[in-house]
């Protein structure tokens, strides 16, 4: 799957000609523009606007992958994995353009507000209902059940460590409070994302750039040792000459796509709620949500290499992270990213809860929702209680099995995508968009 979501990533960027490159500034404007834009008289106030939907998007995308995942990438691939999370990155920001426009071409507005996403692009685009179905039952496992109890989980695991708290006492407060959001359906969601997203992001990025300030002189030997092991030959275990290079590739590449969620079929769930002028802006609003989970998975990485958290024995995962900020902060820093996790993981629950839902009402009557609703709340308290590794193994399987009908779908429509790509720049020379 990894080779697959690169190599669709190299696809795309060559095939649409390095967009994420020629037009970054757009991505910005459409992405950050609406933000800062009130609606107009007359306005229907239910419409998701684009930033609301790239808020709901970065809730999804932006969880314990950006702290735990890029700490085990360092841990197991090295300093210079660091350097191809940034490449899966920047190749992701093609992948994910293509699966924005796709989702807006093919979303359906119903009564109850725009919905769309993988199902319906494999089904109308593809013309495969099956393949659509088995995408859709693959998600919502991953998506409502699985992920969200992996998510709750490693809520649970911060919070117990840096607090002495019950850990069925979280899965109470964690089940209700995800319980009322996402009880008020889409439009609550994208609400609460639209507020708590942008100050989750800047929060972070802040207590790292603090980290960073107080390590300025290290940085530039960083970023060299980063560069320098990306492609570093020298001898590894085994005395295998390479073997280096090849895991700071594997693990930076892997750790990066996952959280990132390029060609994963999650994020196109989102972008099909925006009210947009053109598909196509939808995608540039996509690229965006790539370039903020990689600011945010940066800003991990730096820290960790600054306090030289990877290097001490005994340290994995979230571990290595938390030592990064406790040696800076103390004990202060340790509360500080158990509620950074907390937030990270619960935003993704009620992003991903969206996603979850939008496939119910495609498989099932609007009223198999509160079914739905309810499964997930019993899955997040559950999650709290029970041990985490039989939940990492069937997540891991189902979000392969979601992965390979969407990246099926996007490289077959690949014409279709550029096609819209192409009459968007004929628009803009012509119009005001």
Request: aromatic fraction near 12%; charge should be positive; include cysteine.
């Amino acid at each position: 799957l990894m080779y697959a979501l690169l190599g669709v990533g190299i696809f795309y960027t060559i095939y649409l000609g390095f967009p994420q490159i020629r037009h970054f500034n757009l991505a910005m404007k459409y992405a950050f523009g609406p933000a800062f834009q009130r609606k107009k008289d007359g306005e229907e106030k239910s419409k998701v606007n684009s930033f609301q939907a790239l808020a709901t998007a970065v809730a999804a995308q932006v969880g314990t992958g950006n702290v735990a995942g890029v700490a085990t990438a360092i841990s197991m691939g090295g300093v210079g994995s660091v350097f191809w999370m940034w490449i899966s990155a920047i190749l992701g920001m093609g992948t994910i353009f293509s699966e924005a426009v796709l989702a807006q071409k093919y979303r359906e507005v119903r009564p109850g507000g725009a919905i769309g996403g993988p199902a319906f692009y494999i089904r109308e685009g593809l013309g495969s209902r099956w393949l659509a179905l088995f995408f859709s039952i693959a998600f919502i496992t991953y998506i409502g059940f699985t992920g969200s109890m992996v998510q709750a989980n490693s809520i649970t695991v911060a919070l117990t460590t840096a607090f002495p708290i019950e850990p069925w006492v979280i899965g109470v407060g964690i089940a209700l409070i995800v319980g009322i959001v996402i009880i008020g359906g889409q439009r609550r969601i994208t609400s609460v994302a639209e507020l708590v997203v942008p100050f989750m992001a800047i929060a972070y990025i802040l207590g790292s750039l603090i980290i960073m300030v107080l390590y300025y002189d290290a940085i530039p030997h960083v970023f060299g040792e980063i560069f320098s092991e990306a492609f570093s030959t020298k001898a590894a275990a085994g005395g295998a000459a390479g073997m280096a290079i090849k895991y700071a590739i594997r693990y930076g590449v892997a750790r990066g796509l996952f959280s990132n969620e390029a060609g994963m079929g999650s994020t196109p769930h989102a972008h099909a709620l925006a009210h947009v002028k053109d598909p196509s802006i939808q995608g540039f609003v996509a690229m965006s949500g790539v370039f903020v989970d990689l600011l945010i998975c940066t800003a991990t990485a730096l820290i960790i290499l600054l306090t030289g958290a990877y290097a001490e024995p005994g340290l994995i995962s979230v571990q290595i992270t938390q030592r990064a900020f406790e040696e800076t902060f103390g004990q202060a820093g340790v509360i500080f990213l158990a509620i950074s996790l907390l937030v990270f993981a619960f935003t993704t629950i009620i992003g991903w809860y969206v996603f979850g839902e939008m496939n119910i009402r495609y498989l099932f009557k609007s009223k198999a929702v509160y079914g739905f609703r309810v499964i997930v709340i019993a899955c997040v308290f559950s999650a709290t209680i029970f041990h985490a590794n039989l939940i990492w193994e069937l997540a891991d399987t189902f979000n392969g099995l979601m992965v390979i009908p969407n990246v099926i779908a996007i490289v077959i429509l690949a014409p279709q995508v550029k096609k819209l790509y192409k009459r968007f720049l004929a628009r803009r020379k012509t119009e005001n968009i």
